[in-house]
Every structure is written in C-alpha cells, then in structure tokens.
C-alpha cells in the first residue's frame, strides 16, 4: 500500500513537471493558429473562431454544389475540401501581399530617416515623426514604438518592441542598423542609412524576378489540381459515368485521384517556394 502511494506521487510529481514541457513541444493549438493568421490577414473582427466557422460554411457550400452536380460521394466530398480550404488560402493569400507591401515599404522609411537627419533632427525623432507620417501599414508599428520610447526613455528598448512587433527579416536588418547607428553615429550615419536602403531593395527587386519567373510552377500546380476534378465533373453529368465511379472499383480510383492530387500539388508548391530570410535575434 505504501510502495503504490509513493508510486502513485512520484507519477503525479512526473506529470507536473513535464507538463510544461509537452505542451511547449505540442506547440500552439489549431485555434491559436487560426487567430494569428486571422489578424496578420487583417481579419480582426472575424477571429480565428469565426475564420473556423467560415471554413465549415464553404466546405458545407462545396458538399452541397458537389453533390448536386454528381451523383458520386467522393467528388461531394472533394467539392467540400475544396470549399473548405478556400478561406484559409486566401487568408495566406492576404498574409502574403501585405507582408510584401511592408517590405517594400522600408526603402522609403530609410529615406524618411535620411531626409530627418539631414535636417538636423536626431534617429528617434525621425521615427516617431513615421508613427503619422511613415507608410500607412507601418503606422502601427511607429506607433508602438513611439510609445515604448516615451515610457522608456530608451532608443535601443523601442527598437526592440518594433523588431518584435513586426516580426520580419527585412524589420530585424532596419533595427539592427538603426541600433548600430544610434550607437556609433558619427559623419557617415547618412552613408550607412543609404547604403542600407540600396541594399534592402535590391534585394527585393531580385527576390521579385524570381517570384516572377517561378509563378508559372504554381500556376501549373493549380492547374493540375483542379483538371481532373473538372473532367470527373464533366463525366459525372453522364448516368452511365456516375454508375461507373459509384462502385468499388470506381470509388478507389477517385480516392486514389484526390490523393495523388493532394500530394502533386503539396509537392509542387514545396518546389516553388522561395527560401524564408533569416532573422536576426
């Protein structure tokens, strides 16, 4: 009795202090995920309870179309993973394009600093002059540090909370060099600031051409996605065809389809993709 009471604590004493450690390996939920995709898309007032929700209502929509245009379950339940995955990519989708449109947008910031130091004006107030006069989707950001900065006193404690704010490769180089520049100074921080600036968009004019030039592979994974559950529609407008796909035999080779589909498809935009930027911590 009392070795299976010691055993019984010492489980519990176990569980207790690995607890923390599974769930930092488990990672974020689902639903955590779901809200921080929601707000870097900009979907702020739908949340990652109500993004959930609306992937249900398309896969439900894409059941419903799937099933009316064929009388084959499995092309129903394509239709509905489909439909169901259509919010999710264009929220990714929306992710993308802003993300881009901040990168794109700090050459100008630089400028902006460049033309307040040549004025005479020190680097912070520079950047938080940006918090009202800085591009429209780094507003926020400014605005975050100027806070920081007038609770703080600290140049180096702002820039920090606008690195983590933005979280961006592109955010961590302009931090860095501000850090490095409000350190040094010194009659070259014009030079270092331009210098930074010229790098940082031909980095982006290069990464442009080849998102440019390697479009035509996602736009070929699209379309090898979607053609043969175009042909099994087409084909399912026929009885005959539709007897045919409703058997066993028939039933394996859609299953079969969509698989292979999935995985071309998956394995096409792995190829496509462009090699994430470093950050700097």
């Not at 955590?32 to 995709?37: K, Y």
């Not at 006193?153 to 302009?174: K, M, N, Y």
């Not at 394996?252 to 998956?266: E, F, M, P, Q």
């Amino acid at each position: 009795m009392i070795a299976s009471g010691l055993a019984l604590g010492a489980l519990l004493m176990f569980s207790g202090l690995t607890q923390g450690a599974r769930r930092k390996l488990r990672g974020p939920s689902l639903l955590d995920r779901l809200c921080r995709l929601a707000a870097e898309a900009g979907y702020h007032r739908l949340g990652g309870t109500g993004l959930l929700g609306l992937c249900a209502a398309c896969g439900v929509l894409g059941f419903a179309l799937g099933a009316a245009a064929s009388s084959v379950f499995l092309f129903a339940v394509a239709s509905a993973m489909i439909g169901a995955s259509f919010p999710l990519a264009r929220a990714r989708a929306r992710v993308a394009g802003r993300r881009d449109a901040l990168q794109h947008a700090w050459p100008d910031v630089l400028a902006d600093i460049i033309s307040g130091v040549r004025a005479g004006r020190s680097l912070a107030e520079c950047c938080t002059a940006l918090a009202d006069g800085g591009p429209p989707g780094l507003q926020p950001a400014f605005a975050s540090f100027t806070a920081t900065y007038a609770a703080t006193g600290s140049f180096g404690a702002a820039l920090l909370r606008l690195r983590d704010t933005l979280e961006d490769p592109i955010a961590d180089r302009v931090v860095a060099v501000l850090r490095m520049a409000h350190e040094v100074g010194g009659n070259d921080l014009v030079r270092v600031l331009r210098t930074s600036a010229d790098l940082i968009r031909e980095d982006l004019r290069i990464r442009g051409e080849i998102r440019a030039r390697w479009s035509w592979t996602l736009t070929a994974a699209r379309v090898a996605a979607v053609a043969p559950f175009a042909v099994l529609a087409i084909m399912g407008l026929r009885p005959e065809a539709s007897a045919a796909y409703t058997s066993d035999a028939g039933t394996a080779t859609i299953g079969i389809g969509v698989a292979a589909s999935v995985l071309g498809y998956r394995l096409m935009l792995r190829a496509a993709r462009l090699p994430e930027q470093g950050r700097i911590g």
